[in-house]
């Protein structure tokens, strides 16, 4: 199994990115999906996820309104949409999936993790 990232950057305060997770070896509708982000000397932690219907989706309070998660089971893509990025977004972002339940807060409840794309945000 291996998940890939994709879409990471550097940009300004209150620009826009699009992260892209895909993967293979996997049954890509069978799962959940999250995000989660970490920063330097700080723990791994929850930003978004969605299940496998694609309705159920849940976020980060600092980030609602302004991150959005979607999937297209037809693409086999998991996206995170970042608007009006702030400074302390700044992080190495990670997609993961879940195969039992629905998308999750905690980094424990996922099976397979990708290696991570750097999102950079300067004032």
């Known amino acids: 199994v291996q998940l890939v990232e994709s879409g990471g950057g550097s940009v300004q305060a209150g620009d826009s990115l699009r992260l892209a997770c895909t993967a293979s070896?996997?049954?890509?509708?069978?799962?959940?999906w999250g995000w989660f982000r970490q920063a330097p000397g700080k723990d791994r932690e929850f930003v978004a996820a969605?299940?496998?219907?694609?309705?159920?989706?849940d976020y980060q309070d600092s980030v609602k309104g302004r991150f959005t998660v979607f999937r297209d089971n037809a693409e086999e893509t998991a996206t995170l949409q970042m608007d009006s990025l702030k400074p302390e977004d700044t992080s190495i972002y990670y997609c993961?999936?879940?195969?039992?339940?629905?998308?999750?807060?905690?980094?424990?409840?996922?099976?397979?993790w990708g290696q991570g794309t750097q999102v950079t945000v300067s004032s």
């Open positions: 993961a999936a879940r195969l039992h339940g629905r998308g999750s807060v905690d980094v424990a409840d996922y099976d397979y």
């Open positions: 070896g996997l049954s890509f509708t069978w799962f959940s």
């Open positions: 969605i299940g496998r219907s694609g309705v159920e989706t």
